[in-house]
Protein backbone atom coordinates (compact mmCIF):
# COMPACT_ATOMS: atom_id res chain seq x y z
CA UNK A 1 0.00 0.00 0.00
CA UNK A 2 1.41 3.26 -0.81
CA UNK A 3 1.59 5.80 1.54
CA UNK A 4 -1.35 8.41 0.73
CA UNK A 5 -3.59 5.07 0.49
CA UNK A 6 -2.40 4.47 3.47
CA UNK A 7 -2.60 8.04 5.15
CA UNK A 8 -6.44 8.13 4.01
CA UNK A 9 -7.02 4.67 5.08
CA UNK A 10 -5.96 5.89 8.85
CA UNK A 11 -8.31 9.04 8.40
CA UNK A 12 -11.17 6.70 7.49
CA UNK A 13 -10.23 5.05 10.76
CA UNK A 14 -10.58 7.94 12.50
CA UNK A 15 -13.84 8.95 11.03
CA UNK A 16 -15.43 5.89 11.46
CA UNK A 17 -14.13 4.74 14.74
CA UNK A 18 -15.72 1.08 16.45
CA UNK A 19 -16.57 -1.63 14.09
CA UNK A 20 -17.88 0.45 11.19
CA UNK A 21 -16.30 -0.63 8.30
CA UNK A 22 -14.45 2.47 6.23
CA UNK A 23 -16.04 2.82 2.79
CA UNK A 24 -14.16 1.01 0.23
CA UNK A 25 -12.69 2.71 -2.89
CA UNK A 26 -14.12 1.50 -6.02
CA UNK A 27 -11.27 3.74 -8.12
CA UNK A 28 -8.43 5.19 -7.55
CA UNK A 29 -7.74 8.20 -10.26
CA UNK A 30 -5.45 11.16 -10.63
CA UNK A 31 -6.02 13.92 -8.51
CA UNK A 32 -4.76 17.47 -7.65
CA UNK A 33 -6.01 16.65 -4.33
CA UNK A 34 -5.71 20.44 -2.71
CA UNK A 35 -8.76 22.13 -4.88
CA UNK A 36 -10.04 25.08 -2.86
CA UNK A 37 -11.25 28.34 -3.91
CA UNK A 38 -7.97 29.77 -3.50
CA UNK A 39 -6.36 27.48 -6.18
CA UNK A 40 -8.64 28.29 -8.91
CA UNK A 41 -8.68 31.07 -11.29
CA UNK A 42 -10.89 32.41 -13.48
CA UNK A 43 -10.66 31.91 -16.16
CA UNK A 44 -10.26 28.34 -14.73
CA UNK A 45 -6.67 27.35 -14.08
CA UNK A 46 -5.46 25.10 -11.17
CA UNK A 47 -2.79 25.97 -9.35
CA UNK A 48 -0.57 24.59 -6.35
CA UNK A 49 0.10 21.20 -8.39
CA UNK A 50 2.71 19.99 -5.54
CA UNK A 51 0.65 17.61 -3.96
CA UNK A 52 -0.69 15.67 -6.74
CA UNK A 53 -1.59 11.92 -7.28
CA UNK A 54 -3.84 9.22 -6.62
CA UNK A 55 -6.81 9.94 -4.79
CA UNK A 56 -10.69 7.98 -4.76
CA UNK A 57 -12.99 9.03 -7.39
CA UNK A 58 -14.31 12.17 -6.38
CA UNK A 59 -11.72 13.57 -4.17
CA UNK A 60 -10.73 16.75 -5.91
CA UNK A 61 -15.06 17.93 -6.10
CA UNK A 62 -15.15 16.52 -2.16
CA UNK A 63 -11.92 18.89 -1.37
CA UNK A 64 -13.70 21.80 -3.04
CA UNK A 65 -17.51 20.81 -0.97
CA UNK A 66 -14.90 20.93 1.82
CA UNK A 67 -13.95 24.16 1.75
CA UNK A 68 -17.34 25.86 0.03
CA UNK A 69 -19.00 24.30 3.40
CA UNK A 70 -19.53 28.07 5.22
CA UNK A 71 -21.58 28.94 1.99
CA UNK A 72 -24.59 26.94 1.52
CA UNK A 73 -25.15 27.57 -1.59
CA UNK A 74 -22.25 27.19 -2.82
CA UNK A 75 -21.59 23.85 -1.57
CA UNK A 76 -25.20 22.97 -3.17
CA UNK A 77 -23.68 24.28 -6.43
CA UNK A 78 -20.82 22.07 -5.90
CA UNK A 79 -22.76 18.65 -4.94
CA UNK A 80 -24.61 19.76 -8.04
CA UNK A 81 -22.12 19.92 -10.17
CA UNK A 82 -20.24 17.21 -9.20
CA UNK A 83 -22.90 13.81 -9.31
CA UNK A 84 -20.05 11.92 -7.55
CA UNK A 85 -20.56 13.41 -4.66
CA UNK A 86 -23.73 11.49 -2.81
CA UNK A 87 -22.92 8.61 -4.72
CA UNK A 88 -21.64 5.29 -3.58
CA UNK A 89 -18.43 5.95 -5.19
CA UNK A 90 -17.35 8.89 -4.05
CA UNK A 91 -18.70 7.89 -0.30
CA UNK A 92 -14.75 6.71 0.13
CA UNK A 93 -13.70 10.39 -1.36
CA UNK A 94 -16.25 12.41 1.01
CA UNK A 95 -15.27 10.50 4.01
CA UNK A 96 -11.71 10.94 3.52
CA UNK A 97 -11.88 14.65 2.59
CA UNK A 98 -13.75 15.16 5.79
CA UNK A 99 -11.18 13.15 7.91
CA UNK A 100 -9.00 15.42 6.91
CA UNK A 101 -10.94 18.66 7.11
CA UNK A 102 -11.53 17.81 10.89
CA UNK A 103 -7.60 16.75 11.54
CA UNK A 104 -6.58 20.61 10.42
CA UNK A 105 -9.42 21.50 12.72
CA UNK A 106 -8.00 19.54 15.57
CA UNK A 107 -4.44 20.94 15.00
CA UNK A 108 -6.19 24.28 15.16
CA UNK A 109 -6.52 25.34 11.77
CA UNK A 110 -9.75 25.74 9.53
CA UNK A 111 -11.20 26.61 13.07
CA UNK A 112 -14.51 28.13 11.74
CA UNK A 113 -14.84 24.86 9.55
CA UNK A 114 -15.05 22.71 12.82
CA UNK A 115 -18.97 22.73 12.99
CA UNK A 116 -19.94 22.08 9.51
CA UNK A 117 -17.27 19.75 9.19
CA UNK A 118 -18.69 17.80 12.12
CA UNK A 119 -22.10 17.79 10.63
CA UNK A 120 -20.70 16.40 7.52
CA UNK A 121 -18.85 13.66 9.31
CA UNK A 122 -22.27 12.88 10.83
CA UNK A 123 -24.47 12.30 7.84
CA UNK A 124 -21.45 10.41 6.11
CA UNK A 125 -21.52 8.39 9.00
CA UNK A 126 -25.22 7.73 8.47
CA UNK A 127 -24.81 6.63 4.37
Known sequence: MDARRYLLAQCLDRLLPGDRTAPAVSC???AH???HWA???EPLRLLDWE???MAPEGFDAATLYGHSLLQPDTA????TAFPVLGSPAG???EAAVCAQLLQTVARGDNL????PLRNWA???RRR
Open 28 to 30: WTT
Open 33 to 35: ADV
Open 39 to 41: NLT
Open 51 to 53: GWG
Open 76 to 79: ARVR
Open 91 to 93: LAA
Open 112 to 115: VLGG
Open 122 to 124: EEL
